[in-house]
């Protein structure tokens, strides 16, 4: 059977030059070139999170005003319906 593609195989190859253990993302280089390259990629993916967090924020930011919209209409609806606001069996008795 074919497997479903991963999902994630996006960050991995993002990440993939980057998988190394923290201590050798850390481990302190003389060469400026590589200092320079390495800043460079960092600020790459800096940028790509900054990118993904503002689209995150638009994305709630805009469910959220789904959300207060549907509540307005549901309360106009609610008022404009007759008889909404006044309780079933609210009227007097026939009088004998």
């Known amino acids: 059977m074919d497997q479903p593609p991963d999902p994630f ?5 993002l990440w993939g030059p ?4 923290l201590a050798g993302v850390m481990a302190p280089t003389l060469i400026q070139d590589e200092l320079d390259r390495r800043i ?3 600020r ?5 999170l900054n ?3 503002n689209v995150l924020r638009m994305t709630i930011q805009g ?3 789904q959300k207060a919209g549907l509540a307005a209409m549901q309360n106009a609806a609610g008022s404009a319906s007759p008889g909404a606001s006044e309780p079933a069996g609210g009227e007097d ?4």
């Open 40 to 42: 460079a990629e960092l």
């Open 18 to 21: 980057m998988g190394l253990p």
């Open 44 to 48: 790459s993916v800096e940028n790509w």
């Open 9 to 13: 195989e996006f960050l991995k190859n």
């Open 93 to 96: 008795p026939p009088k004998k």
């Open 51 to 53: 990118m993904n967090l």
């Open 63 to 65: 469910l959220e005003m």
